[in-house]
T-cell receptor
Framework: EPEVTQTPSHQVTQMGQEVILRCVPISNHLYFYWYRQILGQKVEFLVSFYNNEISEKSEIFDDQFSVERPDGSNFTLKIRSTKLEDSAMYFC?????????????????FGPGTRLTVL | DAKTTQPTSMDCAEGRAANLPCNHSTISGNEYVYWYRQIHSQGPQYIIHGLKNNETNEMASLIITEDRKSSTLILPHATLRDTAVYYCIVRGRLGNQFYFGTGTSLTVIP
């Protein structure tokens, strides 16, 4: 069964450094998402991406964050200058296109996550 | 998207059915009920979803009341590996994101 994969599983970085988290969505999916979960807290939406542009983003997704689909298979989340409070699990998800413009009704499938630790 | 209310925690004996309730009294006609679970710190795992009819798949059954204001996720024969946090999410057709609440922490007891 196809699944979303993420690398690395654990990333340790120094405060102020840039990090790139990578995701390979399910191959026939066209909607991509990033969520994060700070330890002991809820899973929070960051951003959704469709047709090479951001379709929705939360307040958390500020100018320090960016997303990119650099090729036909990868989907990345970049944090430009990490802060201590960016330490969290970051989950990538993907879903199919329903065929209706702008409507991602279909189920989102999540990857195993990347644990980001900022020191 | 409509808000959901779930019990904070539940226990279930191994081999018995686990029935996890969810209230979504403000659900509107075009909103779906989704269930996901999260085992420890793994990625949320899709379980099942429905609109108004009851649904069943290889993992679980979803019973939605006729007025759609509440639903129950049923794991027919709970195993220790079903210990997880279960999230009930209501999502509209045009929504892109899922709102995860605090969910129900299910512990399956040997």
């Amino acid at each position: 069964e196809p699944e979303v994969t993420q690398t690395p599983s654990h990333q340790v970085t120094q405060m102020g450094q840039e990090v790139i988290l990578r995701c390979v969505p399910i191959s026939n999916h066209l909607y991509f998402y990033w969520y994060r979960q700070i330890l002991g807290q809820k899973v929070e939406f960051l951003v959704s991406f469709y047709n090479n542009e951001i379709s929705e983003k939360s307040e958390i997704f500020d100018d320090q964050f960016s997303v990119e689909r650099p090729d036909g298979s990868n989907f990345t989340l970049k944090i430009r200058s990490t802060k201590l409070e960016d330490s969290a699990m970051y989950f990538c998800a993907s879903s199919r296109d329903t065929g209706l413009a702008g409507v991602a009704l279909d189920t989102q499938y999540f990857g195993p996550g990347t644990r980001l630790t900022v020191l | 998207d409509a808000k959901t209310t779930q019990p904070t925690s539940m226990d279930c004996a191994e081999g018995r059915a686990a029935n996890l309730p969810c209230n979504h009294s403000t659900i509107s006609g075009n909103e779906y009920v989704y269930w996901y679970r999260q085992i420890h710190s793994q990625g949320p795992q899709y379980i099942i979803h429905g609109l108004k009819n009851n649904e069943t798949n290889e993992m679980a059954s979803l019973i939605i009341t006729e007025d759609r204001k509440s639903s129950t996720l049923i794991l027919p024969h709970a195993t220790l590996r079903d210990t997880a946090v279960y999230y009930c999410i209501v999502r509209g057709r045009l929504g892109n994101q899922f709102y995860f609440g605090t969910g129900t922490s299910l512990t399956v007891i040997p």
